[in-house]
């Protein structure tokens, strides 16, 4: 949209940890996102609204100017074409850790291993930078479930308390990599925009808990 900018953030808990972020900012919703059926939420600051949808859409809708801003997880930028992006602030939200993952009993493995994942490049080039050469099985979600009924040896996927590993009986090996979600920016928009865009990445730095 040309006039005022519109932010796309992933729904969920980046949604729910952007809200008290973006309230610090002076960026508040008029409607309740758990009961609104609007797909474009209006704010209390007529030229911000905010696009709720579902994480990987985020810098899809950034990259193609649907949106101007997002709020999405490393994890998913790492899976996009990123470069494309700009990405000042790292918001500290939603924080986890990428992690390689197998189970508890699990017997000497040999031979190319299969490694279920939603995150197929960010896996890919994990074992290419390794010279290993493994079975990439993509997946949507409950990535735990994978090894449990023999479709995977390995899963990449998100950690944070250890709870649905452990549960499941999975062990963490290896951290991929730290993430939190960022805020990027469509790179036509920041220059078109940059009287409205470059006072909001402002005041949403200052927000930032330290
Ligand atoms: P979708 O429903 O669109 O497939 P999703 O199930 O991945 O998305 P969430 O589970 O809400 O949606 O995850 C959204 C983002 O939150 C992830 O991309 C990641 O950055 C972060 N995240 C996911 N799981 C955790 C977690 N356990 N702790 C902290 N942050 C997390
Ligand atoms: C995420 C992730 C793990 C879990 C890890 O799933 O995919 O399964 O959190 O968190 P933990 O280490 O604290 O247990 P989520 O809760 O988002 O459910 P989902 O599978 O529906 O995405």
Redesign the pocket.
């Known amino acids: 949209m040309k006039d005022g900018i519109t932010i796309a953030v992933?729904?969920?808990?980046?949604l729910a940890e952007s809200l008290p972020l973006l309230a610090r900012a002076g960026v508040r919703l008029l409607d309740d996102p758990d009961t609104t059926r609007k797909l474009i939420l209006p704010t209390n600051q007529a030229g911000v609204r905010l696009i709720v949808i579902?994480?990987?859409?985020v810098p899809t809708y950034v990259l193609n100017g649907g949106a101007d801003l997002g709020i999405?997880?490393?994890?998913?930028l790492m899976e996009c074409d990123s470069d494309n992006l700009y990405e000042p602030l790292d918001l500290k939200i939603?924080?986890?850790r990428l992690m390689l993952a197998r189970p508890q009993d699990a017997t000497t493995m040999t031979g190319r291993l299969r490694v279920a994942t939603?995150y197929v490049m960010t896996t890919r080039n994990f074992f290419a930078e390794r010279g290993q050469q493994v079975e990439i099985i993509k997946l949507?979600?409950s990535m735990e479930l994978a090894p449990v009924l023999g479709l995977s040896d390995l899963i990449v996927d998100?950690?944070?308390?250890g709870n649905?590993l452990k549960e499941n009986g999975l062990v963490a090996l290896e951290n991929i990599a730290d993430?939190?979600?960022r805020l990027i920016v469509n790179k036509a928009a920041m220059k078109m925009k940059q009287e409205m865009i470059k006072p909001f990445i402002k005041r949403l730095a200052e927000a930032i808990p330290q």
Do not use: E, F, P, Q
């Open positions: 992933s729904k969920g808990r980046i579902r994480a990987a859409d999405a997880g490393k994890d998913v939603a924080r986890c939603k949507y979600g998100l950690v944070n308390t649905t993430i939190s979600s």
